[in-house]
Protein backbone atom coordinates (compact mmCIF):
# COMPACT_ATOMS: atom_id res chain seq x y z
CA UNK A 1 0.00 0.00 0.00
CA UNK A 2 1.36 3.80 -0.84
CA UNK A 3 1.27 6.78 1.28
CA UNK A 4 -1.99 8.22 0.49
CA UNK A 5 -1.36 11.14 2.75
CA UNK A 6 -0.11 14.54 1.11
CA UNK A 7 3.19 15.84 2.10
CA UNK A 8 2.35 19.42 5.13
CA UNK A 9 4.70 21.33 2.70
CA UNK A 10 2.67 22.67 -0.46
CA UNK A 11 4.54 23.65 -3.39
CA UNK A 12 2.08 25.97 -5.68
CA UNK A 13 1.80 29.92 -5.09
CA UNK A 14 -2.01 30.77 -5.59
CA UNK A 15 -4.08 33.33 -3.91
CA UNK A 16 -7.50 32.91 -2.85
CA UNK A 17 -8.22 35.31 -5.30
CA UNK A 18 -7.56 32.96 -8.43
CA UNK A 19 -10.70 31.07 -7.79
CA UNK A 20 -14.36 32.49 -7.44
CA UNK A 21 -15.13 33.81 -4.36
CA UNK A 22 -19.01 34.76 -4.83
CA UNK A 23 -22.00 32.81 -5.28
CA UNK A 24 -24.33 35.27 -7.27
CA UNK A 25 -26.98 32.38 -8.11
CA UNK A 26 -27.75 29.03 -7.88
CA UNK A 27 -31.15 27.78 -9.11
CA UNK A 28 -30.62 23.90 -7.77
CA UNK A 29 -32.38 21.88 -10.78
CA UNK A 30 -33.67 18.07 -10.38
CA UNK A 31 -31.95 15.11 -9.87
CA UNK A 32 -29.65 16.45 -7.45
CA UNK A 33 -27.94 13.12 -6.35
CA UNK A 34 -27.24 12.39 -2.53
CA UNK A 35 -23.82 11.98 -0.36
CA UNK A 36 -23.89 8.07 -0.35
CA UNK A 37 -22.50 8.16 2.83
CA UNK A 38 -23.83 11.15 4.39
CA UNK A 39 -27.23 11.70 2.61
CA UNK A 40 -26.93 14.84 2.09
CA UNK A 41 -27.61 16.23 -0.97
CA UNK A 42 -25.54 18.00 -3.41
CA UNK A 43 -26.82 21.69 -3.31
CA UNK A 44 -24.20 23.47 -0.99
CA UNK A 45 -23.28 26.22 -4.15
CA UNK A 46 -20.27 27.39 -2.06
CA UNK A 47 -18.51 24.17 -2.88
CA UNK A 48 -17.78 25.69 -6.33
CA UNK A 49 -15.75 28.32 -4.45
CA UNK A 50 -12.08 28.31 -3.47
CA UNK A 51 -9.48 25.96 -5.25
CA UNK A 52 -10.61 22.25 -6.09
CA UNK A 53 -10.49 19.74 -4.08
CA UNK A 54 -7.19 17.79 -3.10
CA UNK A 55 -8.17 15.27 -0.67
CA UNK A 56 -11.04 12.77 0.15
CA UNK A 57 -11.94 9.33 0.93
CA UNK A 58 -12.92 6.12 0.39
CA UNK A 59 -16.51 5.09 -0.06
CA UNK A 60 -16.17 1.62 1.18
CA UNK A 61 -16.30 0.04 -2.42
CA UNK A 62 -12.51 -0.48 -3.39
CA UNK A 63 -11.28 1.73 -0.73
CA UNK A 64 -12.12 1.36 2.28
CA UNK A 65 -14.63 3.79 3.78
CA UNK A 66 -12.94 6.79 5.58
CA UNK A 67 -9.30 6.26 3.97
CA UNK A 68 -7.67 8.94 2.51
CA UNK A 69 -7.57 9.24 -1.00
CA UNK A 70 -5.65 11.86 -3.00
CA UNK A 71 -8.17 13.17 -5.55
CA UNK A 72 -6.63 11.75 -9.18
CA UNK A 73 -8.18 11.38 -12.53
CA UNK A 74 -9.49 7.96 -11.75
CA UNK A 75 -10.70 8.97 -8.21
CA UNK A 76 -12.75 12.27 -8.46
CA UNK A 77 -14.29 14.41 -5.67
CA UNK A 78 -17.59 12.88 -4.75
CA UNK A 79 -18.53 14.41 -1.79
CA UNK A 80 -21.70 16.91 -1.01
CA UNK A 81 -18.97 19.01 0.57
CA UNK A 82 -16.70 19.20 -2.00
CA UNK A 83 -19.37 19.35 -5.32
CA UNK A 84 -22.36 21.28 -6.18
CA UNK A 85 -24.53 20.15 -8.46
CA UNK A 86 -26.31 21.67 -11.10
CA UNK A 87 -29.39 19.51 -11.90
CA UNK A 88 -31.67 19.22 -14.53
CA UNK A 89 -32.69 22.44 -15.44
CA UNK A 90 -30.38 24.63 -13.22
CA UNK A 91 -27.57 26.29 -13.12
CA UNK A 92 -24.97 27.95 -11.24
CA UNK A 93 -23.70 31.85 -11.23
CA UNK A 94 -19.88 32.51 -9.84
CA UNK A 95 -18.03 35.96 -9.67
CA UNK A 96 -14.14 36.67 -9.45
CA UNK A 97 -12.77 39.24 -6.96
CA UNK A 98 -11.27 40.80 -10.23
CA UNK A 99 -11.37 41.12 -13.99
CA UNK A 100 -10.19 37.62 -15.60
CA UNK A 101 -8.51 38.86 -19.21
CA UNK A 102 -7.41 37.21 -21.90
CA UNK A 103 -4.00 37.31 -21.21
CA UNK A 104 -1.82 37.22 -23.90
CA UNK A 105 1.04 34.45 -22.01
CA UNK A 106 -1.49 32.48 -20.82
CA UNK A 107 -0.34 28.51 -21.58
CA UNK A 108 -2.32 27.41 -24.82
CA UNK A 109 -4.87 30.86 -24.86
CA UNK A 110 -6.71 28.91 -21.91
CA UNK A 111 -7.84 32.00 -19.39
CA UNK A 112 -9.79 30.24 -16.93
CA UNK A 113 -10.45 26.35 -15.85
CA UNK A 114 -13.87 24.78 -14.52
CA UNK A 115 -13.06 21.76 -12.26
CA UNK A 116 -15.65 18.78 -11.98
CA UNK A 117 -15.27 15.99 -11.09
CA UNK A 118 -15.39 13.77 -14.68
CA UNK A 119 -13.35 10.83 -14.00
CA UNK A 120 -10.81 8.73 -16.82
CA UNK A 121 -11.52 5.22 -16.71
CA UNK A 122 -9.13 2.47 -16.48
CA UNK A 123 -8.17 -0.91 -18.61
CA UNK A 124 -10.71 -3.63 -18.36
CA UNK A 125 -9.91 -6.22 -14.97
CA UNK A 126 -8.29 -3.47 -12.81
CA UNK A 127 -9.73 -0.62 -10.48
CA UNK A 128 -8.56 2.10 -8.48
CA UNK A 129 -7.68 0.60 -4.67
CA UNK A 130 -5.65 3.46 -3.20
CA UNK A 131 -2.12 1.90 -4.78
CA UNK A 132 0.78 2.83 -6.49
CA UNK A 133 -0.40 5.17 -9.36
CA UNK A 134 2.16 3.45 -11.48
CA UNK A 135 0.16 -0.21 -11.65
CA UNK A 136 -2.66 1.08 -13.12
CA UNK A 137 -3.85 1.93 -16.97
CA UNK A 138 -6.14 4.67 -18.19
CA UNK A 139 -8.25 3.84 -21.65
CA UNK A 140 -9.31 7.07 -23.74
CA UNK A 141 -12.69 7.31 -22.14
CA UNK A 142 -12.91 10.13 -19.64
CA UNK A 143 -16.58 9.62 -18.15
CA UNK A 144 -18.07 13.23 -18.08
CA UNK A 145 -21.47 15.04 -17.17
CA UNK A 146 -21.34 18.01 -19.50
CA UNK A 147 -22.65 21.50 -18.41
CA UNK A 148 -22.76 24.50 -20.49
CA UNK A 149 -20.59 27.67 -20.18
CA UNK A 150 -21.25 31.33 -20.55
CA UNK A 151 -19.42 34.34 -19.51
CA UNK A 152 -20.10 38.12 -18.66
CA UNK A 153 -18.19 41.62 -17.68
CA UNK A 154 -21.46 43.07 -15.78
CA UNK A 155 -23.60 39.69 -14.44
CA UNK A 156 -26.33 40.73 -17.44
CA UNK A 157 -24.95 40.28 -20.82
CA UNK A 158 -23.36 36.87 -21.60
CA UNK A 159 -21.68 35.24 -23.95
CA UNK A 160 -21.69 31.39 -24.14
CA UNK A 161 -19.46 28.63 -25.09
CA UNK A 162 -22.32 27.33 -27.41
CA UNK A 163 -20.41 23.92 -28.73
CA UNK A 164 -17.72 23.38 -25.91
CA UNK A 165 -15.44 23.02 -24.19
CA UNK A 166 -17.77 21.97 -21.25
CA UNK A 167 -17.76 22.02 -17.76
CA UNK A 168 -17.22 18.95 -15.67
CA UNK A 169 -15.39 17.35 -18.84
CA UNK A 170 -11.84 16.36 -19.54
CA UNK A 171 -9.22 16.31 -18.14
CA UNK A 172 -10.25 15.09 -14.69
CA UNK A 173 -8.43 16.96 -11.84
CA UNK A 174 -5.40 15.76 -10.04
CA UNK A 175 -4.39 16.95 -6.75
CA UNK A 176 -0.70 15.88 -5.97
CA UNK A 177 2.59 14.95 -8.45
CA UNK A 178 3.72 11.21 -7.57
CA UNK A 179 7.45 10.77 -6.85
CA UNK A 180 8.03 7.02 -8.08
CA UNK A 181 11.34 6.93 -6.38
CA UNK A 182 10.26 6.89 -3.49
CA UNK A 183 6.63 6.15 -3.88
CA UNK A 184 5.07 8.19 -1.87
CA UNK A 185 3.02 11.49 -3.08
CA UNK A 186 4.86 14.56 -3.50
CA UNK A 187 4.01 18.71 -4.65
CA UNK A 188 0.44 19.85 -4.83
CA UNK A 189 -0.29 20.50 -8.91
CA UNK A 190 -0.91 23.86 -9.62
CA UNK A 191 -5.07 24.65 -10.48
CA UNK A 192 -4.38 27.77 -12.14
CA UNK A 193 -1.83 26.42 -14.63
CA UNK A 194 -4.01 24.38 -17.71
CA UNK A 195 -2.97 21.31 -19.77
CA UNK A 196 -2.65 20.92 -23.34
CA UNK A 197 -6.43 20.84 -24.99
CA UNK A 198 -4.50 18.41 -27.35
CA UNK A 199 -3.66 16.04 -24.15
CA UNK A 200 -4.49 12.04 -25.08
CA UNK A 201 -3.71 9.77 -22.77
CA UNK A 202 -5.22 6.20 -23.38
CA UNK A 203 -2.56 3.25 -22.33
CA UNK A 204 -1.04 5.84 -19.70
CA UNK A 205 -0.23 4.64 -16.45
CA UNK A 206 -1.93 6.64 -13.63
CA UNK A 207 1.22 8.25 -12.63
CA UNK A 208 2.08 9.07 -16.36
CA UNK A 209 -1.13 10.68 -17.03
CA UNK A 210 -0.70 12.82 -13.91
CA UNK A 211 3.14 13.63 -15.42
CA UNK A 212 1.75 14.40 -18.70
CA UNK A 213 -0.33 17.30 -17.16
CA UNK A 214 3.11 19.19 -16.63
CA UNK A 215 2.63 20.30 -13.23
CA UNK A 216 -1.44 21.03 -13.61
CA UNK A 217 -3.88 19.83 -11.60
CA UNK A 218 -6.09 19.40 -14.65
CA UNK A 219 -9.66 20.73 -15.37
CA UNK A 220 -11.31 22.08 -18.70
CA UNK A 221 -9.46 25.32 -20.12
CA UNK A 222 -11.62 28.02 -21.37
CA UNK A 223 -10.19 30.58 -24.13
CA UNK A 224 -11.96 33.96 -24.12
CA UNK A 225 -10.92 34.69 -27.53
CA UNK A 226 -13.44 32.07 -28.26
CA UNK A 227 -16.16 33.97 -27.49
CA UNK A 228 -14.56 37.47 -28.48
CA UNK A 229 -14.09 39.12 -25.23
CA UNK A 230 -11.14 40.94 -23.66
CA UNK A 231 -12.16 39.78 -20.19
CA UNK A 232 -14.88 38.51 -17.64
CA UNK A 233 -15.56 38.33 -13.95
CA UNK A 234 -19.20 36.23 -13.94
CA UNK A 235 -19.01 32.26 -15.06
CA UNK A 236 -22.45 30.31 -15.39
CA UNK A 237 -22.77 26.98 -15.67
CA UNK A 238 -26.08 25.53 -16.93
CA UNK A 239 -27.99 22.18 -17.42
CA UNK A 240 -27.22 20.66 -20.70
CA UNK A 241 -31.04 20.47 -21.95
CA UNK A 242 -29.98 17.82 -23.78
CA UNK A 243 -28.24 15.14 -21.76
CA UNK A 244 -30.09 13.72 -18.63
CA UNK A 245 -26.20 14.45 -16.69
CA UNK A 246 -26.08 16.58 -13.72
CA UNK A 247 -23.03 18.65 -13.71
CA UNK A 248 -21.51 18.42 -10.86
CA UNK A 249 -18.82 21.50 -10.25
CA UNK A 250 -15.40 21.94 -7.31
CA UNK A 251 -13.76 25.34 -8.52
CA UNK A 252 -13.66 27.87 -11.24
CA UNK A 253 -10.06 29.35 -11.37
CA UNK A 254 -8.35 32.22 -13.32
CA UNK A 255 -4.90 31.10 -15.04
CA UNK A 256 -2.14 32.18 -13.91
CA UNK A 257 0.70 33.57 -16.04
CA UNK A 258 3.01 36.78 -16.87
CA UNK A 259 1.07 39.75 -17.33
CA UNK A 260 -1.93 38.86 -14.95
CA UNK A 261 -3.76 40.44 -12.37
CA UNK A 262 -1.50 39.52 -9.68
CA UNK A 263 1.80 39.52 -12.20
CA UNK A 264 1.47 42.77 -13.88
CA UNK A 265 4.20 43.80 -16.42
CA UNK A 266 6.85 46.02 -14.73
CA UNK A 267 7.36 49.59 -16.06
CA UNK A 268 10.46 49.15 -18.34
CA UNK A 269 9.17 46.35 -19.67
CA UNK A 270 9.73 46.07 -23.02
CA UNK A 271 9.55 42.16 -23.97
CA UNK A 272 6.98 41.36 -21.49
CA UNK A 273 8.30 38.74 -20.02
CA UNK A 274 7.59 40.34 -16.03
CA UNK A 275 11.09 41.43 -15.35
CA UNK A 276 12.92 44.22 -16.43
CA UNK A 277 16.47 43.23 -17.39
CA UNK A 278 19.86 43.66 -20.26
CA UNK A 279 16.62 41.76 -22.69
CA UNK A 280 15.14 44.87 -22.14
CA UNK A 281 17.79 47.50 -22.34
CA UNK A 282 18.97 45.42 -24.99
CA UNK A 283 15.78 46.25 -27.51
CA UNK A 284 15.96 50.06 -26.25
CA UNK A 285 19.24 50.26 -27.43
CA UNK A 286 18.30 48.63 -30.94
CA UNK A 287 15.92 51.26 -31.21
CA UNK A 288 17.57 54.16 -29.47
CA UNK A 289 16.62 57.20 -31.22
CA UNK A 290 13.78 55.90 -33.67
CA UNK A 291 10.94 58.08 -33.93
CA UNK A 292 7.59 57.71 -35.77
CA UNK A 293 5.47 60.91 -35.43
CA UNK A 294 6.37 64.75 -34.56
CA UNK A 295 10.42 63.66 -35.05
CA UNK A 296 11.55 67.38 -35.73
Known amino acids: ?6 PAVLAVD ?3 NDFAVEVVEYIAGTGIPVDSISGEPFNNPGSALGRPTLMTSGDGSYIRLGEPVVVLPVAPAYRSFELVT ?10 FSHPVRDDRNNPYGVDFIVFGNSMQGVEAGSAWRNGNPEDVRVTNTCYTEPGIVSVSQ ?5 CTFATGPYADSFAPTA ?3 WDSANNVWAQELDPTKPIDPQLTVAGMTVAEMIDAYDGSAGG ?3 DLADVGLDWIMYVRIDDDPTSGATTEIDAVADVSACGDY ?3 FPAGDVNTDCRV ?20
Not at 86 to 94: D, P, Q, S
Not at 277 to 296: K, R
Open 262 to 264: RHP
Open 220 to 222: TGF
Open 1 to 6: MCMATP
Open 14 to 16: YDP
Open 175 to 177: GYR
Open 277 to 296: DMGDVAIIAEHWLECTWNCQ
Open 154 to 158: DGTNW
Open 86 to 95: VGNGGHLTLK
